[in-house]
């Protein structure tokens, strides 16, 4: 834990070389151990993770992994997300076809711990962002389209996200045999997923 806390500080003041060198080793120690994710959030790594990515570093590819799995670590993790616009940064990886779908993942996982303001339904209602939403999903590749499915599901388990199907399920007509069967099969599975949740909601329940 104290090399966590040590090695942050070198991201300011030491040159790329030695930054890469902590960046990779911040990932292992980081990579299978939640509690050491949320220690290096806790300690300020989440904004030299964004600035490495928005200034288009060549420590972005190291940077991205770090910041993306920050959504899973905790409820403390997600908040100093929240805090540095983590969510901004994971919506502008829409764009990015290698980092895209596991943007998108983050951003669902965020939506499904949200607390009890929901900063992050207000922050994914948002016009602009609701636009990259879309665009995402209409100039996604037909192979990686039948990826995102399970990302976009626990999405729209929310009832404000729920006209988001209908797109989807139009979506899939434009795909080839191969992948609309493929396609249509993850999207049964979103709409009983998203009634379930609906009618758990709606009884005062929760699903397991």
Known sequence: MDL???????????????????????????KINKRRQEQAAENGIIPHLMNFIMSDSPLKSHALPLLCD???????????????GGLDVYLSLLDDVVWSVTALDSIAVCLAHDNDNHKVEQALLKKDAVQKLVKFFQCCPEQQFVHILEPFLKIITYELFSSFYSFIHYQLLSLTHEWQTIGQLNCEKMNYERKTSKLCRSSGTQTS
């Not at 300011?12 to 070389?17: K, L, N, S």
């Not at 899973?72 to 805090?83: D, G, P, T, V």
Request: glycine share 0%; aromatic share 10%; proline share 2%.
């Open 70 to 84: 920050m959504a899973h670590a905790s409820r403390n993790s997600r908040e100093q997300l929240r805090a540095h």
């Open 4 to 30: 966590i806390i040590a090695s942050i500080p070198v991201l300011i003041t030491f040159a790329e070389f030695y930054c890469l060198k902590v960046l990779n080793a911040l990932f292992n120690l980081c």
